[in-house]
């Protein structure tokens, strides 16, 4: 099924067809056939008889034989449906046996994911553009992820683990040089692409250097952001993994059952009905799973390094304000009614974080959505069904996960602006590298801010200087 | 001269015919005629029929009438020649004229180049893929760099003047919002471009979206790093990009004398005599103007928000170390030497910094030209022979500044990594940011460490609690 689309081809593919009152615009090629983008000359270059067809992305469309004999005698529609279940079913269990395992096995799954989705998204590179004879291009790009990631993610380690690592000898070093040593391992990547330029493939060679560094953008940094929400809680990265999953899958279900008007032209299988079905139950979910989540401890701390435990603090947190009850007046109106109804109350108790999940939730299927349809463009510019062939009736990894690179940046920005309170022991970490005389600076500086407060009086620190 | 290269034409141009003695394998179309990157068919399309030709970027070599008159009567080598100095020498003279105008000239001057090297980049991809009927793409492409400018430049203005802006009512809500601002803004642009999509144009639409997040890759975080290294001294600013100035010209001029060995096939009119040439005159160059600029506190300080003075501190400042004169031990060798000779002496005094110039002119001089090869290969692959006309002889912004952007970024990180000093300014305003509690902890945590290091009696700190 993933396979690039032949433009002279009049076949349609299996699921396009099935559900044809969802897509009144589509059927398969499109009606792009009659496509005239002169940009596509080069990559189905001269009709069929390029090699790039044959050496499309694979994809077979592969059902385990179990779904296979049992659905064999359902109609195609229904099949299609109930493989798409099962394999949600099982998607999901596995996500909470990682759940289960804590933060280290999430952080490594994302990893894992990101090796595939750039692997997926480099291929159909790769392919389209025909690059098998160009010298050294697949080593170069994933030298370029490893690099990005050596940034990114050591970046991320010092925000979060610095003290930690200011106390080995060998680790401070990694500490101190960290920036110098990305820039020079992206420099001699640069310095390796020059050298690899090769007569008549130029603009090819420039094309995929652009192509690579726009997916370590999507993959590698998106990437990051949801390892940061990872280490922020896994309360965040639960609730925005999950919102987008709660949202697909309602959106399926609401556009299958119900789906009558096109939404986008891009997806032409989305409708209105799924889109904003799906949005009322991500908002009813929110407001259920955080409520459930919050009860835990293990969910709502952020995972940090503690100095005085030397370890990392996972299970002994004083909890972020949004996840302890606060009271709330209730609108007049909402008071006399209760009380004509006999239920006399002036105030509620709830959880701040109940409004913050309401607003992600929203942000997730308004503007969430908008993920998998520049990854629908995506796949409709290249000519792709699907980004790979992973799970049967999910596409490939990055079919699954178009969506949550857009959440994750957007969640992470919010908690980081919204809900995280400054963290004494990241500021410690920068202190405590300083000169002693700095230092006392610090400190004489500091002294003078909090008796400005009354909190403090400084004459005692002063006479000791 | 920069127009898009006809494959057809058997035609050089004037500037290339000079040389060919320094150019072995050009001679214009350089036996790219024979070129067969496929990639091309959709630059040139269908031969020369198509309107990409005519509409290349402008560019006619206009010389100033008075240098066109003076020049007339000299060979087209020494005429060219010619008008390349003078117009060095002008370029020279009003960067030095900026430089006495202050730090903020700079800064405008930074922002106004990125603002040109944008509109030639983006130019070229809007031509070369016949981009004319695409919507929204010119104005998208300006919104995604407004953006990454507001994101990156906030970012530095934060980190360089925190305190200052926590100081204003206004701009406080600016600090505290600035990432969240800059991802909405970036989300809001991406829903844009998904919603510009228009069928038939897909593939070229998602191209030049690759092509617009390349080019601020490029732009936008190149002059973001020179600009860094103006508040980190005016010294370091000048010495990135006169290093970079200097190498151009004396490569030229060795190249131009004594070029004979080819060096890339990327740029052939580089020579090797040129590359070592240059190289020396830039580590000989980078000793002298170290030493006369280390003489001005005024371009050695760093440009930093004081909070005692209530304003910026350019004049009065505390040197950093490498400005400081140190004294060298001369190995032993060397001391028996000038014994021999009558000069007893033991140890030399020094600037530190000069070390740190030499190694900084070296990298200038090897690594920097692949800038420059980069861009080459750029050029050749889009078949355009320069990015602009601005400068006659010279091109456009981009062909002077392909250098700056690599050493621009390796320098600021040099100088982040082994030359910057933690600053307590920067770290106070994140302090002041925090909860009076929190303050508190960290204070009582910098007490215990100066209390460990025997530098302050903490006592009277904690009974205070």
């Keep these: ?88 079913i099982c998607m999901i269990t596995s996500f909470f046996v990682l759940l289960y395992l804590g933060p280290i096995a999430l952080v490594l799954l994302v990893m894992g994911i990101q090796l595939k989705c750039f692997s997926e998204i480099i291929n159909i590179g790769y392919v389209v553009y025909r690059s098998q004879n160009l010298p050294w291009f697949r080593t170069l790009s994933w030298y370029f992820l490893v690099t990005a990631n050596y940034y990114i993610n050591g970046e991320m380690i010092i925000d979060q683990f610095g003290v930690l690592l200011q106390k080995t000898d060998f680790l401070i070093y990694f500490l101190t040089y960290h920036k110098f040593i990305s820039i020079s391992l992206y420099v001699a990547g640069i310095v390796a692409f020059v050298c690899s330029l090769k007569k008549k493939y130029y603009l090819r060679q420039f094309t995929l250097f652009g192509y690579t560094h726009v997916t370590l953008l ?20 639960f609730l925005c993994t999950s919102m987008i999953i709660c949202n697909d899958i309602w959106a399926y279900l609401f556009g299958f059952f119900f789906g009558k008007t096109p ?9 209105w009905e799924g889109y904003i079905g799906g949005g009322i139950a991500t908002l009813i979910y929110s407001v259920i799973v955080t409520s459930i989540m919050v009860q835990y401890d293990y969910l709502v701390c952020p995972i ?53 999940s309401m607003f992600l939730a929203a942000f997730s299927s308004l503007i969430g959505p908008f993920g998998g349809f520049f990854a629908s463009g995506f796949k409709r510019a290249f000519r792709i069904k699907d980004f790979g062939d992973v799970f049967p009736g999910h596409g490939g990894f990055m079919d699954r996960f178009d969506c949550q690179v857009i959440m994750g940046a957007f969640m992470y920005t919010y908690v980081a602006t919204f809900i995280r309170i400054p963290n004494p022991q990241k500021l410690l970490t920068t202190i ?29 620190v002063y006479s000791l200087r």
């Excluded at 296979?68 to 299609?80: G, L, Y």
């Excluded at 590698?220 to 965040?236: S, Y």
Aim: proline content about 6%; some cysteine; overall charge negative.
């Design 304 to 356: 940090e390094y503690s100095l005085e435990k030397d370890g990392l603090s996972l299970d002994e947190c004083i909890r972020n304000p949004v996840f302890v009850l606060a009271d709330y007046v209730l609108p007049k109106s909402v008071q006399t009614l209760l009380n004509i109804v006999g239920m006399p109350m002036t105030t509620i108790q709830m959880y701040p974080i109940t409004f913050h």
């Design 263 to 271: 939404l986008i032209k891009l997806s032409p299988k989305k409708t």
């Design 432 to 460: 405590f590298a300083m000169q002693p005389e700095e230092q006392l600076t610090v400190l004489h500086a500091l002294c003078d801010n909090l008796q400005g407060k009354g909190l403090i009086d400084c004459n005692s």
């Design 218 to 237: 999507v993959v590698a940094v998106g990437a990051n952001f949801l390892t940061r929400l990872i280490f922020e809680g896994i309360f965040w990265f």
């Design 1 to 88: 099924m993933s396979e690039i689309r032949q433009r002279t081809s009049g076949e349609g593919d299996g699921a396009d067809k099935q559900t044809p009152h969802l897509s009144p615009s589509t059927g398969e090629p499109d009606s792009e056939d009659s496509d005239n983008d002169d940009l596509h000359d080069f990559a189905t270059a001269k009709g069929n008889k390029s090699p790039l067809v044959q050496a499309a992305p694979t994809g077979t469309d592969v059902t385990p034989e179990i779904l296979d004999s049992v659905t064999k005698n359902m109609s195609q529609r229904w099949r299609s449906y109930t493989i798409r279940f099962v394999l949600s």
